[in-house]
């Protein structure tokens, strides 16, 4: 340690020759005469601070050979973040592309870095949805200090976001903001009733003869009096249509409002707030899309971006499902009405839909907003399918064993009788799981209960084992999410 201390102090990190420690040249930066760099040893990471100043003093850690060796905490990150203000999040507002990484593991965020660095993109590194932290044991704390340790590593200087995903409650949105989140995607679908579209048009009409006349006279006034005037949007309103999206979106209307008012003007910093009506039971059609964006515009509601439910499946780490023209068509509309309202369009479920990427990148004009999680889980995967392919076969069973556990939480249409038996696959076999539709599901939806499963005796059943080889791995995990998530770029024309 007083080679790692000495050569610090120099600035001359070329002088570190040691086995058993990694430096993070990247790292490296000096701050009002502290100089920072990060390692790895055995221990895992650390903060390694020389000099003197209000950083160093502020820093917590052990005084070593005259500097300091400080832990990876929640109260490192904050101090990093107050000194070197490109370690914390920020918006982005909707003039550049952005593309959410939802890394669930806390370790994927300097491949991202390594592969977005220096295009027209920016990432969302810390986003996570509640459902996520529930699944994977964490907390809003964990992912925000995680990501911005990332950025640290890898110097990065361009920029970074945090988005509470997918926040339906209230008290997950302040908790969210309070940390200090730069992104809020509210998820609607409570306030979105599905049942509408399963009535005849006579119950649909009766239903809608009983909403307030001034809301019905509203509406109609709006969208029955005259077609909207949307360059490159198809747009066609019949009465019918009509009721059934006022009785589907009204109500998650006023409550887009009603959270826009409590929680972002009142915030004295920028947030871009995005809003989610892709959690539906049937797809978004470009005349509601329209509806929900104009309503918001009449109301006053400024967002970022929207993320309507796109005809045909965007299922979980695997390809777009359905009609690619009828996607086409109706991706124009949807594309040209956010232009129109000035925000981004948003894709969900947005990874590994390879097939659609052109499009998306083409309608949009390339900002666009699009959102991953789990195809970086699977990367994380395929690497100790690789590299230790006795705890891929015991995670692989046990999500055989626990799967129809795990569709409470996600939609599927995996068939895990078409899955390879485990017996019938060799060693060096095993990677080829994660380029199968069905496997690359069973393990997707799964990752919650691999990585909070327990042995009898209270210890990790995986968990410690799998971290343990991504450490080692840290490298070959980079490179392959350099590779797999570069793919979504280089389609999408990034």
């Known amino acids: 340690m007083k080679q790692l201390i000495e050569a610090l102090q120099s600035g001359n990190l070329a002088a570190i020759n040691t086995s058993d420690l990694k430096v993070y040249a990247s790292s490296f930066t000096e701050v009002g005469g502290t100089k920072l760099l990060l390692v790895r040893s055995n221990t895992g990471k650390k903060l390694v601070a020389v000099g003197k100043g209000e950083i160093y003093d502020q820093l917590i850690g052990e005084s070593v050979d005259g500097g300091k060796i400080c832990p990876l905490t929640h109260e490192n990150r904050l101090t990093l973040n107050q000194f070197l203000p490109y370690t914390a999040p920020q918006a982005f507002g909707t003039q550049v592309a952005t593309m959410g990484l939802g890394d669930r593991l806390g370790i994927a965020s300097p491949g991202h870095i390594q592969t977005l660095r220096g295009k027209d993109i920016r990432p969302v590194l810390a986003q996570q949805s509640i459902r996520e932290l529930a699944l994977t044991g964490r907390t809003y704390e964990d992912v925000l200090d995680a990501a911005a340790y990332a950025v640290f590593q890898e110097g990065y200087r361009d920029g970074y976001g945090a988005d509470g995903d997918h926040l339906k409650k209230e008290e997950d949105i302040e ?252 060693d060096p076999q095993l990677p080829e799981y994660m380029n199968e539709n069905n496997a690359r599901q069973l393990l997707h939806i799964t990752y919650g209960l691999l990585l909070q499963a327990k042995n009898a005796d209270g210890s990790k059943q995986f968990a410690d084992e799998f971290f343990q080889t991504l450490a080692e791995q840290e490298e070959s995990f980079a490179e392959g999410l350099k590779k797999h998530i570069g793919k979504h770029l280089e389609l999408l024309g990034k």
């Open 175 to 426: 908790y969210a903001l309070r940390l200090g989140f730069t992104m809020l995607t509210l998820d609607c679908s409570e306030k979105i009733d599905n049942t509408i579209d399963g009535l005849t048009d006579a119950e649909v009409a009766a239903k809608y003869e009983k909403l307030p006349t001034s809301l019905r006279s509203r509406y109609e006034e709006r969208y029955l009096q005259a077609t909207p005037n949307v360059p490159g949007a198809s747009l066609t309103f019949t009465r019918q249509s009509l009721m059934k999206d006022v009785l589907i979106y009204d109500a998650a209307i006023d409550f887009m409002e009603a959270i826009f008012r409590k929680y972002i003007t009142t915030l004295d910093r920028a947030v871009d707030f995005e809003i989610s009506i892709d959690e539906t039971a049937t797809p978004t059609s470009p005349e509601a899309h329209f509806l929900v964006a104009n309503e918001l515009r009449q109301r006053g509601v400024t967002i970022f971006s929207m993320a309507p439910r796109f005809c045909g499946e965007f299922q979980k780490g695997i390809d777009y499902i359905g009609d690619i023209a009828q996607f086409e068509k109706e991706l124009a509309s949807h594309a040209a009405i956010a232009v129109h309202f000035e925000y981004k369009l948003s894709i969900h479920s947005g990874s590994d839909k390879f097939s659609v990427f052109p499009l998306i990148g083409q309608y949009t004009n390339g900002l666009f907003h699009l959102k991953t999680a789990g195809t970086n889980w699977l990367e994380a995967v395929r690497v100790v399918a690789k590299v230790n392919p006795s705890l891929y076969r015991r995670m692989h069973q046990y999500a055989l064993d626990h799967f129809e556990e795990a569709t409470a939480y996600y939609h599927v249409t995996t068939d895990i009788n078409a899955i390879t038996p485990l017996a019938s696959v060799s």
